[in-house]
């Protein structure tokens, strides 16, 4: 393992992936990614999550941040047999009056960030969903630009171009300190070895507070449990 980096992205998760195909693209070299389990197949939330894309927030920069994710990850949607990207289109249902509100304030900030949107009657939503009873609904936010995402293909696909540009990763690759001098990161102490880094960027999701904490920084970070249904 080389000894010294322009860059090192701790975490090769669709963010880690994501974050060293742009700065590729932007003509960084010398960039090294290292992740702490299998590549592709990562041991955190990119290879768990269920992909699920939906586009309209309160935040204009989030939603932002999502139309951009939406394109961006159609252009690794290339192969039929695999698709890495299903258009599913988005539904938030309301059961009571004041949700069906509150999803019309939705439908505003998606047509205020360029989203289209629009809130659809009880049948109307039967009619997408047949599993949802039209009698206990009050309507839905139906947002047709809403996708579900294959993170292990994305994540296969994106580093592969970014790999092609120069980018190294890898794999089984623990970061157990960072060397800090004169009030910055110097380099990265890993099981495999020590790179000293110009940069260094952090994309751990949950585990992020760990390694700051080692130098005195902490990340205000709680992961949350969540629960989700898969029908076929």
């Given amino acids: 393992m080389q000894q010294h980096a322009r860059l090192v992205i701790i975490g090769a998760g669709i963010v ?3 974050a060293a195909y742009h700065f590729a693209k932007l003509g960084w070299r010398d960039v090294v990614v290292l992740e702490k389990g299998e590549l592709l ?6 290879s768990h999550a269920p992909g699920g894309m939906f586009l309209t927030n309160s935040s204009k920069m ?11 990850y159609d252009e690794f949607n290339t192969d039929p047999a695999e698709p890495a990207l299903f258009g599913t289109g988005g539904l938030e249902v309301a059961y ?6 509150d999803l019309q304030r939705r439908k505003g900030w ?19 969903i047949p599993l949802i009873d039209p009698k206990i609904i009050h309507g839905a936010l139906y947002t ?12 296969t696909r994106l580093t592969r171009a970014a790999e092609a540009m120069g ?19 110097a380099a990265v102490v890993t099981d495999q070895g020590r790179i000293e880094a110009e940069q260094v960027l952090l994309c751990t999701n949950i585990w992020g507070p760990l390694l700051p904490e080692k130098i005195g920084f902490r990340i205000p970070l709680q992961a949350a449990q969540h629960l989700y249904t898969v029908t076929t």
Avoid at 96 to 101: A, K, M, Q
Avoid at 145 to 155: E, I
Avoid at 167 to 185: A, E, K, P, S
Wanted: aromatic share 6%; proline share 5%; hydrophobic share 40%.
């Fill in 16 to 18: 880690g992936c994501s």
């Fill in 41 to 46: 197949e990562v041991d955190g939330s990119s």
């Fill in 62 to 72: 989030m939603a932002e941040f999502a139309k951009y994710s939406r394109a961006f």
């Fill in 96 to 101: 009571t009056p004041e949700r069906l509100r």
């Fill in 110 to 128: 998606a047509h205020a960030y360029g989203l289209p949107a629009e809130v659809i009657s009880p049948a109307e939503t039967t009619r997408l």
């Fill in 144 to 155: 047709p630009r809403d996708a579900v995402a294959k993170a292990v293909r994305l994540l």
């Fill in 167 to 185: 980018v190294v990763f890898h794999g089984h690759t623990t970061v157990t300190d960072l060397d800090v001098q004169n009030g910055r990161i």
